[in-house]
């Protein structure tokens, strides 16, 4: 199967569609899919049609049961190698950690070691109340490499992060929500549908201002309330005098769609 058959991609209006196809694998992750993957958010970053993505898994079983080690062979290079020659990166399967415009994961099964990394990358997640989540590298005497303890850390308490990565669990999507890893749970048939309306309401939006407020939003976890609220203005300031801040309030007060162009 190529990496085309191995990730669909589909662009339907302002939202580019990627399934994760490999469902008799769980769509877990072989080279192939890890190319078109990288390609995918290149893609997606150059092409100024597309103001939001949407990435999920093919069936019901899974969104993605990490990396293939079936199919996956150990690397011709030593990590020395790799990383000391920044070539690390560019292995990398998730959304790039500058990737400014917004990615949906709508989590349809089974999200763990790096499909749980995946999902976590990605700006707003859904996912099938069927939906299992987990970092299990552990059990294989590995560890989470796409960003997977730094985003958890980030995202709940420390010490629900260390239960999870230390004892490797898969947790439901009950616990998911609880602990605000997602934002709403769905039927799994209603999963994309869900998915594809919120990606809607974010296409509708000036694009600028969209990737302005994911920007302030993600520096505010790394920044003093000053600095935020410093870097806030800086982002306001830069949007003021664009065409499409003037063309939201022109529209507001004739009553009318605007009409965004991302500049």
Known sequence: MSGEDDLKVEQLGATLVLTMNRPEAMNAIDPSMAAALRSAWQQAAGDDAIRVVVLTGAGERAFCAGADLKRTPPPPRSFAQTHLNREVTVTAVTPPADFVKPVIAAVNGIAVGGGFELALATDIQIAATSARFGLTEARI??????????????????????????????????????????????DSKELVVRALEIAGLIAANAPLAVRAGKRALYAAQDQTLAQGLEYEQLLWGALRDTHDRLEGRAAFAEKRPPQYRGR
């Open 141 to 186: 005497g590995s560890l989470p490499g796409a960003g997977g303890t730094q985003r958890l850390a980030r995202r709940v308490p420390i010490g629900i992060a260390q239960r999870w990565l230390l004892t490797g669990e898969i947790f439901d999507a009950d616990t998911a929500l609880r602990f605000g890893l997602v934002s709403e749970l769905v």
